[in-house]
Nanobody
Framework: QVQLVESGGGLVQAGGSLRLSCATS????????MGWFRQAPGKEREFVAT????????YYADSVKGRFTISRDNTKNTVYLQMNSLKLRDTTVYYC????????????????WGQGTQVTVSS
């Protein structure tokens, strides 16, 4: 069993930055690919970024490429999402997720999910 706890969300002005963290429990963290997704009310869960267990492979949604960076620290069992140049449309709840295979952009491929953290970008 893997437990995920996100933090770092909040209110930021457009153009600003936030860093989300996802702390995980369990000794198998370094064998899991990790992903960040987001979901607005009434909308489907949307892929944001994913990273391989080693950190060598990363993938991003086109909407965040060049602005967001996913990274991980396997010594701390934590994955991060650095979000720069935030836009109003980035406002939503962000979730981290884990899967015991390679990176995946499809949310249905993930076995474990955090509770989510709200990001609100204001004008």
């Amino acid at each position: 069993q893997v437990q995920l706890v996100e933090s770092g969300g909040g209110l930021v002005q457009a153009g600003g930055s936030l860093r989300l963290s996802c702390a995980t429990s369990g000794r198998t963290f370094r064998s899991y690919a990790m992903g960040w997704f987001r979901q607005a009310p009434g909308k489907e869960r949307e892929f944001v970024a994913t990273i391989s267990w080693s950190g060598y492979s990363t993938y991003y949604a086109d909407s965040v490429k060049g602005r967001f960076t996913i990274s991980r620290d396997n010594t701390k069992n934590t994955v991060y999402l650095q979000m720069n140049s935030l836009k109003l449309r980035d406002t939503t709840v962000y979730y981290c997720a884990a899967r015991p295979y390679g990176p995946d952009t499809d949310w249905s491929g993930y076995d474990y999910w955090g509770q989510g953290t709200q990001v609100t970008v204001s004008s």
